[in-house]
């Protein structure tokens, strides 16, 4: 990960953005947590954050099973990002993990150097809220985390053209057929990173009512979570 000028030897925190600003004046700190096993980036990184204002590292741990156990003695993150390849495990591994005992409780955002569709088919299939090649600058990990934890997913153009291709489009060729234009018209306000509320309000329906409808598209296009309907758009 490198900041905004190519330079990724020294990480300094810039001027507060609006999002900061907006963490601020909220008094809203998002806790974060690191899952990766080279030591040297996950210090680097880890050390970053906590210098940005509104952020609140947890802990940084380098294999799936200290990821578990600070997360049954520990304060739970909002945030969790979690590295795709570690020595003999496997990120999506850890995020099924916790998907299965802790359910959307955090938002999970999958890292990698790698740059194929398979990978980030995976990360996202596998329950992620977002997948970000380690490659990114500085600045876009800093709206990726606020982002995600804002609106339950964090989606760019890059894990857009990757899952987008041909797996993707077999699996869920069929699925468009299958929604209602209701549907459709929630799916555009998610996203619009609309509120269920707001778009209840739009499609004159309660906030239950749009819950309900949210299970039905996860489960018509066999999405696991925001992200993937994000993905499927």
């Given at each position: 990960i490198r900041n905004s000028r190519g330079d990724s030897s020294r990480l300094k925190p810039k001027f507060l953005s609006i999002f900061d600003i907006?963490?601020?004046?909220?008094?809203?700190?998002?806790k974060i947590a690191l899952v990766d096993d080279h030591k040297v980036m996950?210090?680097?990184l880890a050390n970053y954050l906590k210098g940005v204002p509104g952020f609140k590292v947890l802990f940084d741990v380098g294999t799936l099973s200290d990821m578990q156990s600070r997360l049954n003695w520990d304060d739970k993150p909002d945030v969790l990002l979690m590295d795709y390849s570690m020595k003999n495990e496997k990120g999506p591994d850890g995020i099924?993990?916790?998907?299965?005992?802790?359910g959307d409780e955090m938002s999970i955002l999958g890292l990698?150097?790698?740059?194929?569709?398979?990978?980030v088919n995976e990360v996202i299939e596998s329950g992620a809220n977002g997948y970000l090649f380690k490659g990114i600058d500085i600045d876009e990990m800093e709206r990726a985390i606020r982002s995600v934890h804002l609106n339950g997913f964090y989606i760019?153009?890059?894990t857009k053209s990757m899952v987008n291709g041909e797996h993707y489009t077999k699996r869920h060729q069929n699925a468009a057929d299958m929604l209602t234009s209701t549907e459709k018209s929630?799916?555009?306000?998610?996203?619009?990173?609309e509120s269920s509320e707001d778009i209840g309000a739009k499609l004159n329906l309660t906030l239950n009512t749009i819950k309900t409808y949210r299970k039905k598209i996860l489960r018509k296009i066999g999405a696991k979570n925001t992200a993937g309907v994000v993905v499927y758009a």
């Open positions: 907006k963490a601020i004046l909220l008094k809203q700190i998002i996950r210090s680097a099924i993990y916790i998907r299965e005992t802790l990698s150097m790698h740059q194929d569709p398979r990978i760019n153009e890059f929630i799916i555009v306000g998610i996203c619009k990173e």
